[in-house]
């Protein structure tokens, strides 16, 4: 059992930045680093969405096309922890982000854990 906890959303202006964390935590202090770490997005009205993603045995990381240059996941094992840094955000980035826990991956269906969600709104 993983338990995934987001923080750091807010509300900014087009251009700025942010940084989205997520605590990982679980039965075990490996279980987690068993799973690959995502990012996903759920804009009003429409479906959740793939951000980011990254493994914890490497470095290897994937990203949406849509933030590709503007996003950047990383990760700090020690602490258990997976970050999101989010510069020149953009109205279109607006949404609730989800931290989650799975095999890898670009779909939700990949995913076994997932967090509650933090808000991340960009005014025009």
């Known amino acids: 059992q993983v338990q995934l906890v987001e923080s750091g959303g807010g509300l900014v202006q087009t251009g700025d930045s942010l940084r989205l964390s997520c605590a990982a935590s679980?039965?075990?202090?490996?279980?987690?680093?068993?799973?690959?770490m995502g990012w996903f997005r759920q804009p009003p009205g429409k479906e959740r969405e793939f951000v980011a993603a990254?493994?914890?045995?490497?470095?290897?990381?994937w990203y949406a096309d849509s933030v590709k240059g503007r996003f950047a996941i990383s990760r700090d094992n020690a602490e258990n922890m997976v970050y999101l840094q989010m510069n020149n955000l953009k109205p279109d980035d607006t949404a609730v982000y989800y931290c989650?826990?799975?095999?890898?991956?670009?779909?939700?269906?990949?995913?076994?854990?997932w967090g509650q969600g933090t808000q991340v709104t960009v005014s025009s």
């Open positions: 989650a826990a799975g095999s890898a991956g670009v779909s939700t269906y990949a995913y076994n854990y």
């Open positions: 679980g039965r075990s202090g490996r279980t987690f680093r068993n799973y690959a």
């Open positions: 990254t493994r914890w045995t490497d470095s290897t990381t």
